[in-house]
């Protein structure tokens, strides 16, 4: 894909919120905006389309984003809603999450939509679909600009159905989502396929350029139409503090990677070399540009 620098050109649409954590450390994240604060600290300068509740967070919001380069052009106000909030459970280092209801990113407002280029990059997941005044909104923007679709399957419990799985599988040209995910959106008489045979049944059923499989500690692997397959297995890492927001970090390289056109072989490496680096802070956004600059000077950003 070509590369491209204007921001209306790579959409991110979704939630943003904050986590709240156990031991009382609240984080900015959501899926979304995980992907699109990493990738404007890899220079690429997404323009991301969300809701914030007119309240003290939502200003916190557009004020971090201002902070760190983001454009808050597609950040709307909501004077009914509150500011999304997530309360983060840690159970044998795996996180679980309660996700409060009828948040701002439940009503992404399709008439108050910025401008947007008739051709680039979108990436959402299948939260913020949650609600049909946002998914109204997302297929507004599907239909009506010609985009590359890269669609994160993040399944939480109760916020999902198959519904609306398969129309953003339908739609989309890549999808990334973790074997858990995979094995809960096959069909039933499908589970006793090992887990390529289903990457490879999901590939073809919707017709995907490509699927990137995560699998926790040991790695990822990614299948292609053109009948490519790479897997990664990560270096054994002492360092984890919690794993939220690792499959956003690394959904924000594979983006990276496929905008610059890098091999995919090299766009997996470094994806789950990014995420094991997230693995080692709380939460999944990082204040500090030195976090990523090791990367953007290694990787000639």
């Known amino acids: 894909m070509a590369k491209e620098s204007n921001n209306s050109r790579l959409l991110i649409f979704g939630e943003v919120l904050f986590d709240h954590f156990p031991d009382g450390s609240v984080v900015l994240g959501g899926a979304p905006f995980n992907v ?37 052009q597609g950040l709307q106000l909501d004077s009914s809603h ?45 939260l913020a679909i949650r609600n049909s ?44 989502l973790n074997e858990d995910e995979l094995r809960a959106i096959v069909p039933r008489e499908s589970n006793h396929k090992n887990i ?5 049944e999901l590939l073809a059923n919707f017709a995907l350029e490509g699927v990137i499989i995560t699998q926790g500690e040991q790695g990822a692997f990614a299948l292609t139409a053109a009948g490519e397959q790479f897997s990664i297995t990560p270096e054994p890492n002492n360092s ?21 056109e890098w091999p995919l072989p090299l766009i997996i490496k470094r994806a789950q070399q990014f995420a094991s680096q997230v693995v080692g802070i709380r939460g999944a956004t990082i204040n500090d540009i030195e976090f990523y600059q090791p990367l953007i000077d290694s990787w000639e950003l």
């Open 133 to 176: 005044v946002s998914e109204k909104a997302l297929k507004a923007i599907k239909d009506e600009h010609n985009l590359s679709i890269f669609v994160d399957i993040n399944l939480r419990p109760p916020w999902w159905n198959m519904a609306c799985v398969n129309v953003a599988l339908t739609d989309s040209h890549w999808a990334k």
């Open 196 to 200: 390529q045979q289903l990457a490879a």
């Open 36 to 72: 699109a604060w990493h990738l404007q600290a890899f220079g690429l300068s997404p323009l991301f389309v969300s809701r914030v509740g007119d309240d003290p967070l939502g200003q916190q919001i557009k004020t971090h984003m201002s902070e760190w380069g983001m454009s808050t």
């Open 240 to 260: 984890v503090i919690d794993t939220v927001g690792a499959g956003d970090a690394f959904s924000s390289i594979l983006l990276l990677g496929l905008i610059r």
């Open 82 to 126: 509150p500011t999304g909030t997530v309360n983060v459970q840690i159970d044998h280092g795996e996180p679980s999450y309660n996700i409060v209801e009828e948040c701002a990113y439940d009503f992404i407002d399709r008439s108050a939509l910025p401008p947007l280029a008739d051709r680039g990059f979108l990436y959402h997941g299948t």
